[in-house]
């Protein structure tokens, strides 16, 4: 997801300056009881279609109303949903999905038709839907040439081959495929529901969904309340009979809802609040791992970059620890892969730099300066460009401390808005930058592919033919041990040349009522109503 962090501080900052309604939204939500769930949601959704769809407020409300052909169970493992089993054919390249029985909240059959409608209506051009290059990412055989409106939406290579059977044909093998279907883009929508009443489809009189939840009731800017879905084959086994979402785009007014007894889960917390609310109410905060990684960007194409003990040794120089528990503090995790380690398909792999203490680390730092030639008489000249943001420049404060009190380094910190640090970074403008990378789905792939040497976000400008050798491997392997294998690799020689420097991985912070049962993290930072229960 690129530019991903970045986007989403612009986004609520922006979002702060919006003033919505923080009346009551019933007296259901003024005293949370039963099985009534209440969760605050940070935004309202821009839309309820699938494939219309593109922010985690709107994600999450669309994970209780749709089912894909898989899921996420509480350990995110893919488990079957609309699909209860799959082939593969032995190249790699064609997928059959036979779907389970089951009806939309209509009553009406659910079929391998609406798969097929739904992912041609997401790469039709007038859709215009704003994940339509997900599908040709993929690989989904001719989505590129449809997106591109060089061929027709019934081209795409996905074909309802009976009634409750779904295959699907890539131009290549894609080893983790089965990841990225339970984005909201995948998921089926019914064609006379959409077809009828065209882009109203979703208003509450109309909507048709084949998740867990339907949707019961939305009044714009103040809530959406979903009601447990009688037609879902679980059913039976939901524990929450209605979820609300409140739009609630102010932290510190969620944050004080939720202290009113109001709120069951909050979707942040309010900036600098963490310290003080870990002191009062410890147990009911709860960080969610993202997948996704803050670092600094060597120019390796620069001169004197170019070498990688120098850069290896102004990573090792900087104190994560620090810059996590004193700098932010806000439960961010000290990053020395740039994988997060609880990637989906990420080995266990600890880099040697990281076994080392603080004191050791600065030592090896100190001398692999000196292999590069630099010493207190001949001090390193750096600039680090970061884009507008009060915590960038606060990083690269202590950051340039540490350089400078650790090696001697002389830091110049240079600072640009967000478009035009975007541009000094593509034209090759910089020595180190500031960057962010949020990976698109849960695998590994997602992470460590922007290094290849031809990746639009390899902001490094990195180029290491083994590197590129072992990521198109890694695409194309089927077996999981073996590619995880691959990615032990790739993540090695990231830790060998050192082309950027991991500096913490993202959480988000969270307050959960005790009376939430079952809660879960997820390094997406969804979580699935369906999982929870109330405690009386």
Same mark, same amino acid.
């Given at each position: ?286 960080? !969610?791992?993202?997948? #996704?990684?803050?670092?600094? +960007?060597?120019?390796?194409?620069? $001169?004197? @970059?170019? =070498? &990688? ?114 541009? !000094?970074?593509?034209? #090759?403008?910089?020595?180190? +930058?500031?960057?962010?990378?949020? $990976?698109? @789905?849960? =695998? &590994? ?92």
């Amino acid at each position: 997801m690129s530019h991903g962090h970045s986007l989403r501080k612009s986004l609520c900052l922006l979002l702060l300056c919006i003033t919505v309604s923080l009346t009551s939204t019933g007296s259901v939500l003024a005293k949370l009881s039963g099985s009534h769930l209440v969760r605050g949601n940070a935004a309202e959704p821009e839309s309820l279609d699938p494939q219309q769809i593109h922010s985690l407020p709107a994600i999450n409300i669309a994970n209780d109303l749709f089912d894909g052909l898989v899921t996420r169970d509480r350990g995110w493992d893919i488990v079957p949903a609309q699909a209860s089993r799959w082939d593969v054919s032995h190249n790699g390249r064609v997928w059959t999905f036979h779907l389970r029985q089951s009806d939309w909240s209509n009553g009406t059959p659910v079929t391998a038709e609406d798969f097929v409608y739904a992912w041609q209506r997401a790469v039709d051009p007038k859709t215009a839907s704003p994940y339509a290059w997900y599908l040709e990412m993929l690989g989904i055989t001719h989505a590129g040439a449809i997106i591109r409106g060089e061929l027709p939406p019934s081209h795409l290579g996905v074909t309802a081959t009976s009634s409750d059977t779904l295959e699907v044909t890539l131009d290549r093998p894609l080893a983790w495929f089965l990841e990225t279907l339970t984005h909201p883009v995948m998921f089926p929508v019914p064609r006379k529901t959409v077809q009828l009443h065209g882009e109203n489809w979703i208003d509450k009189s109309n909507i048709v969904s084949n998740g867990s939840f339907t949707l019961s009731d939305w009044v714009v800017n103040e809530h959406i309340v979903l009601t447990a879905n009688k037609r879902h084959p679980a059913y039976k086994n939901l524990k929450i009979s209605q979820v609300s979402y409140l739009p609630l785009t102010s932290p510190s007014s969620e944050y004080h809802r939720y202290q009113a007894g109001e709120l069951d889960i909050t979707s942040g917390l309010p900036a600098n609040f963490y310290a003080h609310i870990k002191k009062k109410q410890a147990a009911e905060i709860q960080l !969610s791992r993202l997948l #996704g990684t803050e670092y600094y +960007a060597f120019n390796t194409r620069k $001169a004197p @970059f170019m =070498e &990688a003990n120098l850069r290896k040794a102004l990573a090792y120089a900087i104190d994560r620890q620090i810059l996590t528990d004193k700098v932010l503090g806000e439960g961010q995790i000290p990053a020395y892969t740039f994988t997060p380690p609880y990637t989906s398909s990420m080995p266990d792999y600890t880099p040697n730099y990281q076994l080392m203490s603080s004191e050791e680390r600065l030592a090896a730092a100190r001398e692999l300066y000196r292999q590069a030639g630099y010493s207190s008489t001949n001090p390193l000249k750096v600039s680090i460009l970061y884009n507008t943001s009060e915590s960038r420049k606060k990083i690269a404060i202590a950051i340039a401390q540490m350089w400078k009190q650790g090696l001697g380094v002389d830091v110049e910190l240079v600072n640009q808005e967000w478009k035009a640090a975007i541009e !000094s970074i593509k034209t #090759g403008q910089f020595d180190l +930058a500031r960057a962010s990378w949020i $990976a698109d @789905f849960d =695998e &590994a792939s997602s992470m460590l592919s922007i290094f290849a040497s031809d990746h639009s976000s390899n902001k490094a400008r990195f180029h290491y033919p083994e590197y590129d050798r072992l990521m198109t491997t890694a695409l194309t392997t089927l077996d999981i041990h073996k590619r995880e294998k691959l990615y032990e690799k790739l993540e090695g020689i990231l830790n060998q040349e050192m082309p950027v420097i991991p500096l913490y991985h993202y959480v988000t912070a969270r307050l959960v009522s005790p009376r939430v049962g079952n809660y879960y993290s997820s390094p997406q930072d969804q979580v699935y109503t369906r999982h929870l229960y109330l405690k009386q």
